[in-house]
Structures are given as structure tokens and as C-alpha cells.
């Protein structure tokens, strides 16, 4: 259960077995960091394991060898957080928050009142987007919001 009035997820996806060595830096300040998928080699959650242990990871449709959860539906701070890889055709129930990767494109935007985000691909970007990952953020006890950071 989250108690601290700040919070910060680090969200990453689509690594690809690409280690970007700024992710460390990004992430350095995060209570946990959640992977979304299509991670394709255990050296990438090494990484992001020494930059925090709380680690959560959900499986993608190029990860064959890991052992993770095709999705997973977790609560922080009030909110309700349904990550998966790929965005499903339909919204899950009573979510707030649907985290997903697959397309390589960052977004942030609202759809029948549940909160879609996807940080964008950490390891190869698709159809002109940049190489990015994301955060949830909480201040001063406030709702979630969401970022995009470039790398």
C-alpha cells in the first residue's frame, strides 16, 4: 500500500535487448520501475534491477524465454494500474490506468474515462518517434500524472 505523498514509477517498454545507459541516470530517483514488455533478454532487467530491485515486469510478444505475467492489474496510491504489452481491444474493469507498449510511439491520453500510456520504446523507436520512456508521478499526495522522457 503507497503511503509517501511523492511517488515516481520509472516505465519502460520495448527494449528489444538494447541497454540505453541513460535509462540509469532517468531512473536513478524512482521508488519502482515498471517493464512492459518485449524486454527479449534477462541482461536488460539485470540493469534496471541495480538501478532498483522493486521491479515489475509483464511480458511482450518477442519475450520467449522470461518468466513474467502477460499482465497484471496493481494499485498505487487509490489508483487502480492495468499494464499489459499489447492495448486491447477493450478497456479492462475498474482500472484507472492503462499502461502498454507494442507500438514503439509514446502517448498519454484520456479514452472512456481510463488513462492510457505508453512511455514509448526503449530500445527502438518506430515510425519517426524518438527512443523514450516514461514516468508516473505523484506530488503532494495528488492524483498520478504522467511524462515522456527522451533519450
Not at 8 to 20: L, M, N, Q, V
Not at 102 to 119: I, S
Amino acid at each position: 500500500m503507497l503511503t509517501a505523498e511523492n511517488y515516481r514509477i520509472g516505465i519502460i517498454a520495448d527494449t528489444h535487448d538494447r541497454w540505453i545507459p541513460e535509462v540509469a541516470t532517468l531512473f536513478r530517483d524512482v521508488d519502482e520501475i515498471w517493464h512492459l514488455g518485449d524486454v527479449c533478454a534477462e541482461s536488460i532487467l539485470d540493469e534496471l534491477r541495480a538501478i532498483n530491485s522493486n521491479l515489475t515486469v509483464v511480458l511482450g510478444n518477442n519475450d520467449f524465454t522470461l518468466s513474467s505475467p502477460l499482465c497484471l492489474d496493481l494499485e498505487r496510491g487509490g489508483e487502480r494500474f492495468h499494464l499489459i504489452h499489447i492495448l486491447p481491444r477493450h478497456m479492462p474493469p475498474q482500472t484507472d490506468w492503462l499502461l502498454f507498449g507494442h507500438t514503439h510511439r509514446p502517448a498519454d491520453e484520456m479514452h472512456e474515462g481510463v488513462h492510457l500510456f505508453n512511455p514509448g520504446s526503449a530500445g527502438r523507436a518506430n515510425k519517426g518517434a524518438p527512443v523514450s520512456v516514461g514516468f508516473l508521478i505523484r506530488e503532494n499526495g495528488k492524483k498520478f500524472r504522467a511524462e515522456i522522457a527522451l533519450l
